[in-house]
T-cell receptor
Framework: QKEVEQDPGPLSVPEGAIVSLNCTYS??????FMWYRQYSRKGPELLMY????GNKEDGRFTAQVDKSSKYISLFIRDSQPSDSATYLC??????????FGAGTRLTVKP | GAVVSQHPSWVICKSGTSVKIECRSL??????MFWYRQFPKQSLMLMAT?????????EQGVEKDKFLINHASLTLSTLTVTSAHPEDSSFYIC???????????FGQGTRLTVV
């Protein structure tokens, strides 16, 4: 079993849709949870960072962490074509050792 | 957010030569930098963790004599791929973390092609 599981997609939605991206993990010691967006042939861009459980909202993006279920989510409201990218979840125990999901490829169609 | 600059963005080299990739934190001091490798349509694989002024910590399976990492200052880390071979062709990405916060910021990545 992989330490971090993420459905690679691809996921295709119409513009304006709500997008739900998810990751599950096996290591209960993870405390830091991140979501990155990566455009083709570019480095990942940090979108959201949460510590421990709970929700965090930033504009159209909402990150949720459920440590009891070892499950994290990223919601994108009013999705735009510019949101088309690969979304990577990442998590770590102590800052030094981030483990990434495989990434979900999202396409938002106009 | 903080800016991490990686150079070059792409490089083609001949088999057997060495290639150096630079990673700079432009607006913050990075006590820790990380080097990743990413194959097409796959996720990032951590290669090594680099702390300023000390030797890098390599992940299992990563050859330290082949992938030389130097973190001589708080704003610069370099990765040198020595005696490159075609199987070293990949997308290499660095990230840097300001202080002890968990947020790591990534460079633009370097696409290395060994011919």
């Amino acid at each position: 079993q992989k330490e971090v599981e993420q459905d690679p997609g691809p996921l295709s939605v119409p513009e304006g849709a709500i997008v739900s991206l998810n990751c599950t993990y096996s290591n209960s010691a993870f405390q830091y949870f991140m979501w990155y967006r990566q455009y083709s042939r570019k480095g990942p861009e940090l979108l959201m960072y949460t510590y421990s459980s709970g929700n965090k909202e930033d504009g159209r993006f909402t990150a949720q962490v459920d440590k009891s279920s070892k499950y994290i989510s990223l919601f994108i409201r009013d999705s735009q074509p510019s949101d088309s990218a690969t979304y990577l979840c990442a998590m770590s125990v102590n800052n030094n050792d981030m483990r990434f999901g495989a990434g979900t490829r999202l396409t938002v169609k106009p | 957010g903080a800016v991490v600059s990686q150079h070059p963005s792409w490089v083609i080299c001949k088999s057997g030569t060495s290639v150096k990739i630079e990673c700079r934190s432009l607006d913050f001091q990075a006590t820790t930098m990380f080097w990743y490798r990413q194959f097409p349509k796959q996720s990032l694989m951590l290669m090594a963790t680099s702390n300023e002024g000390s030797k890098a910590t390599y992940e299992q399976g990563v050859e330290k004599d082949k992938f030389l990492i130097n973190h001589a200052s708080l704003t610069l880390s370099t990765l040198t791929v020595t005696s490159a071979h075609p199987e070293d062709s990949s997308f290499y990405i660095c990230s840097a973390r300001p202080g002890t916060t968990a947020e790591a910021f990534f460079g633009q990545g370097t696409r290395l092609t060994v011919v």
